[in-house]
């Protein structure tokens, strides 16, 4: 995909949500007002394959959430991760591969209990725009290192869903626990494969 195309799909996928951010805030009763939640969360993962390899993925994300009532929001998120997988540490011979990846989300989030509940489960279904995705892999054979082979995948708009819970920890301030997993590449593309990860973090209503 071309650079204008590109930046055309992501200001596509912001106006969605501001088109249904204002819709919201200014066609809606007064009565049913809504407001608004800022959140922050991470997630890391170690898993040994043997004593000198192992995988490893960690992300970053920042979200913005429009409640139009108690129940339910549109969510506008960014994640920032990379996954690792290194075979023979400290060998002569090994590998390593890094995946970087860049996505834009925007989820329907449906939650159940009142705003003062100190336990609200909740449901997120909706898409992301991958934005960039970069596999890096590099090669060492009898103590030589080779040259970085990097593949890119197009950038694509997927599927998403989640479901999680959050924890009152103040009126104002909450824990937030949950599991997201979205289509690794365009459902149009074979074989289909899903991502997923465990997110943790916090957030804040105003």
Same mark, same amino acid.
């Given at each position: 995909?071309?650079?204008?195309?590109?930046?055309?799909?992501?200001?596509?996928? *912001?106006?969605?949500? =501001? +088109?249904?951010?204002?819709?919201?805030?200014?066609?809606?009763? @007064?009565?049913?007002?809504?407001? &608004?939640?800022?959140?922050?969360?991470?997630?890391?993962?170690?898993?040994? $394959?043997?004593?000198?390899?192992? #995988?490893?993925?960690?992300? $970053?994300?920042?979200?913005?959430?429009?409640?139009?009532?108690?129940?339910?929001?549109?969510? +506008?998120?960014?994640?920032?991760?990379?996954?690792?997988? *290194?075979?023979?540490?400290?060998? =002569?011979?090994?590998? +390593?591969?890094?995946?970087?990846? @860049?996505?834009?989300?925007? #989820?329907?989030?449906?939650?159940?209990?009142?705003?003062? =509940?100190? &336990?609200?489960?909740?449901?997120? &279904?909706?898409?992301?725009? &991958?934005? #960039? @995705?970069?596999?890096?892999?590099?090669?060492?054979? =009898?103590?030589?290192?080779?040259?970085?082979?990097?593949?890119? #995948?197009?950038?694509? +708009?997927?599927?998403?869903?989640? $479901?999680?819970?959050?924890?009152?920890?103040?009126?104002?301030?909450?824990?937030?626990?949950?599991?997201?997993?979205?289509?690794?590449?365009?459902?149009?593309?074979?074989?289909?494969?899903?991502?997923?990860?465990?997110? *943790?973090?916090?957030?804040?209503?105003?």
């Amino acid at each position: 995909m071309s650079q204008p195309a590109k930046k055309s799909s992501v200001s596509l996928f *912001v106006a969605l949500f =501001a +088109l249904s951010f204002f819709g919201a805030t200014f066609g809606a009763p @007064k009565a049913h007002a809504g407001f &608004i939640e800022v959140g922050a969360s991470g997630s890391y993962k170690k898993s040994n $394959i043997g004593s000198d390899s192992f #995988d490893e993925s960690q992300s $970053i994300t920042g979200s913005f959430s429009y409640y139009f009532d108690e129940s339910s929001a549109l969510e +506008l998120s960014y994640t920032d991760g990379i996954n690792r997988r *290194v075979i023979g540490q400290g060998q =002569a011979d090994g590998q +390593l591969t890094n995946m970087y990846y @860049k996505m834009l989300g925007l #989820d329907l989030v449906m939650t159940l209990g009142t705003r003062e =509940a100190t &336990i609200r489960p909740y449901l997120k &279904i909706g898409g992301v725009y &991958i934005m #960039d @995705k970069r596999i890096v892999t590099q090669y060492r054979s =009898a103590g030589n290192t080779f040259p970085e082979n990097t593949r890119e #995948d197009p950038p694509a +708009l997927v599927p998403s869903t989640g $479901i999680g819970f959050k924890l009152a920890l103040s009126k104002s301030l909450s824990l937030k626990v949950g599991v997201e997993a979205w289509s690794s590449r365009s459902v149009s593309e074979e074989p289909v494969t899903i991502d997923y990860s465990g997110r *943790v973090g916090l957030s804040w209503m105003f």
